[in-house]
């Protein structure tokens, strides 16, 4: 047994009340959701916020997303809209952010918002996540479980690889099951996509019934944490690779032979939700690592967003 320093809870009642009883004394708990593990703080305690943007070393420009229990508690924080109000009919809970002008007097800390005015909220689908959010009845400010810039982390032991020592506890509910994060949608004007993630943006655009407006290359970042290095895994990444060169290892996807596969059956969901531990684990290998190619349709638009970003020029 590891002597972790980070105290590892089951997901049972008395791992729940000890997580939310640390989120309470304003403690970091990485706690499940369906997409990825979240690193998890009262979005209400700005102190508990600032220890959020520690433990990852994120740049503070970075805001975060405010996980909450329903609806009605994303109203408390967001100016509501129609458009809104489709989009959670449909998708929440799950894996859909929405990024709403923020209300006055709600009472998230404005680290949380890293001072914007408007707020990036979603309600988690996962029943840990959920009985969480119940048991504590505040808003939980919650960033990816890894140190920025690094893969996203879809299993406990992922959360403990990268910030063991640096958060008080972790909540261990197994593998995420959709395993990229969610999709992010920006409805202060125009309905854009901020982020590809765990709901198509096809499945999106047919709610609202219009094209979202993409982000145009030169447009400012409106999702700051969308730059281009990110999900860096030590290893450096090829893209499209149809075949293994000197010394790689093989991610594969379809019949491929190769050193994992994210999908034997070329199935993107279940590609989706083994990309960060196939990365995870290849890194482990010290070698480059080769990608095969990903369709660019449905999940495989956010599984080559991702792939992009951990092949890029490391800043
Ligand atoms: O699936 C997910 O969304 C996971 C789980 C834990 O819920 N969370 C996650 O958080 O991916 P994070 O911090 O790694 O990514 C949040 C993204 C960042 O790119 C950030 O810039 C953007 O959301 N964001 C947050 N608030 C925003 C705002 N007010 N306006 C625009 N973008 C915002
Ligand atoms: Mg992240």
């Known amino acids: ?25 304003g403690l970091l708990v990485a706690f499940p959701t369906e997409t990825v593990y ?29 996980h909450v229990s329903s609806v009605e508690a994303a109203q408390r924080y967001v100016k509501w809209s129609d458009e809104a109000e489709r989009l959670a009919e449909q998708f929440w809970p799950g894996p859909l952010t929405l990024v709403l002008p923020l209300k006055a007097g709600g009472g998230v800390s404005s680290l949380v918002t890293a ?10 689908a996962h029943p840990t996540a959920r009985a969480l959010l119940k048991t504590l009845d505040a808003p939980i400010a919650a960033p990816s479980a890894n140190p920025s810039g690094r893969i996203s982390p879809t299993t406990a032991a992922h ?26 949608i920006g409805l202060t004007g125009t309905p854009t996509l901020l982020r590809p993630g765990g709901v198509a943006l096809e499945s999106v ?40 060169q000197g010394g790689e290892v093989l991610l594969g996807f379809g019949e491929v032979v190769c050193d994992m596969n994210l999908s034997p059956d070329g199935n993107l969901n279940e590609a989706a939700a083994n990309l960060f531990a196939c990365l995870h684990e290849l890194d482990k290998s010290g070698r480059p690592i080769a990608v095969s190619p990903i369709p660019e349709i449905g999940l495989g638009k956010a599984i080559n967003d991702r792939l992009r970003r951990a092949a890029a020029p490391r800043s």
């Open 205 to 244: 655009e047919s709610v609202l019934g219009n094209r979202l407006h993409l982000r145009e290359p030169g447009e400012p970042l409106t999702a700051p944490g969308q730059l281009l290095s990110h999900y860096a895994p030590d290893a450096s990444v090829r893209l499209n690779a149809e075949s293994q």
């Open 38 to 66: 979240g690193l998890g703080g009262d979005a209400r305690n700005g102190e508990a916020v600032a220890a959020i943007y520690a433990a990852k070393g994120r740049p503070s420009f970075n805001p975060l997303i405010a």
């Open 115 to 124: 001072g914007l005015d408007t707020l990036a909220v979603r309600v988690p």
């Open 1 to 25: 047994m590891i002597p972790y320093r980070t105290e590892y809870l089951s997901a049972d009642p008395a791992g729940l009340e000890q997580a939310a009883d640390y989120l309470r004394q």
């Open 159 to 184: 959360v403990l690889a990268g910030l063991d020592g640096r958060i008080t506890a972790v909540l261990d509910d197994g593998p995420c099951g959709v395993g990229l994060e969610s999709t992010i």
